[in-house]
C-alpha cells in the first residue's frame, strides 16, 4: 500500500492533485516529496536512515491560506524547509509558479527568493543582532539590486508602517525590541521584496499568548491587503483553523487528512485528526477574535 492511500481527503476533488490547464498556476506545486535524512546511528556502510517526508503532494494556489499542522516531529518543518529552497528533497519534484525548482541552481535559488518569504519561529534568532532594523529591511533590498538608494529607504518606510511599528525602532537594535516587535520586523523582512508568498513556521509560538493574537491578525490583514498567499505552519490545529483556508494534518511525515479548514474541525475523519482536536484546549487569546 503506498503512502498517499493513507491520506484521508474530504474534498470531492483533490485540490493537491497535478495542476490542471483550466486552473491558475500553483505558487507552489510539491510532487510526491521525500525527505530522507541519515542519522549518526549504524554504521559508514549501512547509515541509519529517517523519512522525514513520505510521499508528500501539495499546491499552495494564489491568495489562498494553507495550513499544515502536526505535533514536533511530523516532518511539516521539513516541508517548510523544502518549500522555500533550504532543502534539498531525496526526490519528488518542487515547482515554483509553474518552474521547476528542483535542483536548486544559482538562477532557481534568485527565483526562489523572489517567490517565496519564511517567517520563522523565533524572531531573536531569525534577526541580526548586531544591525539596525533599518539595515536590515534595506539588505534584502540592496542583494537584490532593486531601485536606488531613495526608492529603498522609501520602502523602508512602508514596511515598517505596513507591521505597525513606529519609524523610531529603525534605529533600534533587536535586543532592544519586544519579542512581538521583533516578529513585526521579521515580517516586515519577509515583505520586503514583495513576494507572491508567505511561509509563516510556527511565527507566534514564542510569543506571549496576548501578542500571539496581535501578530496572527497583522498576518491576517496583510494576506488580504497584499494579495498574498500564505503557508502557515503550527502544532494547535485551533490557530491553524482560525488563519487558514484548507488544513493538510501531518503524523510521522505523511498527510493524513486534508480539506477546507471548516470541514478538518468540524468533521475530523482520522483518528490523529481527532487526537489533536481533543489534546489541549487552544492556546489563542480569548480576544483573538477581535
Not at 526526490?91 to 518552474?99: Q, R
Not at 511561509?199 to 494579495?227: C, F, H, W, Y
Not at 487558514?244 to 503524523?251: A, E, K, L, P
Request: aromatic residues 2%; charged residues 20%.
Amino acid at each position: 500500500m503506498s503512502d498517499q492511500e493513507h491520506v484521508i481527503d474530504q474534498s470531492a476533488a483533490s485540490p493537491d492533485a497535478a495542476p490542471r490547464a483550466d486552473e491558475p498556476t500553483p505558487i507552489i506545486f510539491l510532487d510526491d516529496i521525500r525527505v530522507t535524512f541519515k542519522t549518526r546511528t549504524g554504521s559508514l556502510l549501512h547509515p541509519h536512515k529517517v523519512q522525514a517526508v513520505k510521499g508528500l503532494t501539495l499546491k499552495l494556489m494564489p491568495g489562498e491560506t494553507l495550513g499544515i499542522v502536526g505535533e514536533s516531529g511530523c516532518g511539516k518543518s521539513t516541508t517548510a524547509n523544502v518549500m522555500c529552497g533550504l532543502q534539498a528533497p531525496t526526490s519528488g519534484k518542487v515547482h515554483f509558479k509553474g518552474t521547476d525548482v528542483t535542483k536548486r541552481s544559482a538562477d532557481m535559488r534568485k527565483i526562489i527568493g523572489r517567490v517565496i518569504s519564511v517567517v520563522f519561529q523565533d524572531p531573536a534568532t531569525a534577526l541580526n543582532a548586531r544591525m539596525s532594523v533599518h539595515d536590515q529591511l534595506l539588505d534584502p533590498l540592496k542583494v537584490h539590486k532593486i531601485g536606488d538608494s531613495t526608492s529603498r529607504e522609501k520602502r523602508v518606510l512602508e514596511l515598517i508602517e505596513m507591521v505597525g511599528l513606529p519609524n523610531s525602532v529603525l534605529d533600534a537594535l533587536p535586543g532592544q525590541l519586544s519579542g512581538g516587535q521583533r516578529q513585526r520586523v521579521a515580517i516586515a523582512r519577509a515583505l520586503s521584496l514583495a513576494p507572491d508568498a508567505i511561509i509563516a513556521d510556527e511565527p507566534t509560538s514564542a510569543l506571549d499568548v496576548s501578542v500571539r493574537a496581535q501578530i496572527l491578525n497583522l498576518l491576517m490583514d496583510l494576506k488580504r491587503d497584499l494579495g498574498l498567499s500564505m503557508v502557515f505552519i503550527s502544532h494547535d490545529i485551533q490557530t491553524v483553523r482560525y488563519i487558514s483556508d484548507r488544513i493538510i494534518v501531518m503524523n510521522a511525515g505523511q498527510a493524513v487528512e486534508r480539506g477546507t479548514a471548516e470541514d478538518v474541525f468540524s468533521n475530523p475523519q482520522h483518528d490523529y485528526t481527532k487526537l489533536l482536536l481533543g489534546a489541549a484546549p487552544s492556546l489563542l487569546h480569548p480576544d483573538l477574535g477581535r
